[in-house]
Nanobody, 124 residues
Framework: QVQLVESGGGLVQAGGSLRLSCAAS????????MGWFRQAPGKEREFVAA????????YYAESVKGRFTISKDNAKKTLYLQMNSLKPEDTAVYCC?????????????????WGQGTQVTVFS
C-alpha cells in the first residue's frame, strides 16, 4: 500500500521556523516529482513548492519564495519543506504529494498520491 505521511507541523510564533517531512512507503518515489500544497480554512488548496525527481529543479509559489526550501532524499524516501520567517498567513494544513512523472509542476491535478496533511499554525 502506497502511503505518504507528513510530520513536523505545529504551533510557532511569526518569524519562526518549522521543517516538515513527508515519509513515503509502498513505492520508491525515487523517479517521481513531488510537491507540497496547503489549504487554509475557508480557502482553496494552493501550491507551495515542487521538486523534480532528482532534485535538480525546484519551483515555489511567489508567496513563499525566499522563505521556504523544498528538498528530497531519495535514499530515505523522504520529502522535506524547510519553512523560515513564517507569517500568520502561512497557517494551513500542509500536504505532500507525488506525481507519476519526473517533472515538477504546480498543478494539483498532476499529482497522484497524497498524504493526509499536517497542521501549521503561525501566531503573531
Amino acid at each position: 500500500q502506497v502511503q505518504l505521511v507528513e510530520s513536523g507541523g505545529g504551533l510557532v510564533q511569526a518569524g519562526g521556523s518549522l521543517r516538515l517531512s513527508c515519509a513515503a512507503s509502498g513505492r520508491t518515489f525515487s523517479s517521481d516529482a513531488m510537491g507540497w500544497f496547503r489549504q487554509a480554512p475557508g480557502k482553496e488548496r494552493e501550491f507551495v513548492a515542487a521538486i523534480s525527481w532528482n532534485g535538480g529543479s525546484t519551483y515555489y509559489a511567489e508567496s513563499v519564495k525566499g522563505r521556504f526550501t523544498i528538498s528530497k532524499d531519495n535514499a530515505k524516501k523522504t520529502l522535506y519543506l524547510q519553512m523560515n520567517s513564517l507569517k500568520p498567513e502561512d497557517t494551513a494544513v500542509y500536504c505532500c504529494a507525488a506525481r507519476l512523472g519526473t517533472l515538477a509542476t504546480a498543478r494539483a491535478d498532476d499529482y497522484y498520491y497524497w498524504g493526509q496533511g499536517t497542521q501549521v499554525t503561525v501566531f503573531s
